[in-house]
């Protein structure tokens, strides 16, 4: 039987620490290629902790149909701004 609270409660316990992950996971990201350089994802306000910048809404609504799967959109960065590029990229991958 479908029971709109239980469902309302399962969707809470998703979603808090959806929103917890892929904000700290993005930030760190960005906050990686700032320390390298790259002023891209602070310039696009993506530091911040604000979990309605990072989310996808497309990503959003899968999860909430799912249950399961869920993605948050990329931070920008732009890697020429590192003094080695390849490294960088490597570095900012790993953060999150």
Known sequence: MFDPAETI???????????LGITCHEVAHGYVSWLLGDPTAKDAGRLSLNPLKHLDVMGTLVLVMTQMIGWAKPVPIDPTFYRNPRKGIVLVSLAG
């Open 9 to 19: 409660q399962r969707l809470t316990i998703i979603a808090v620490p959806f929103l």
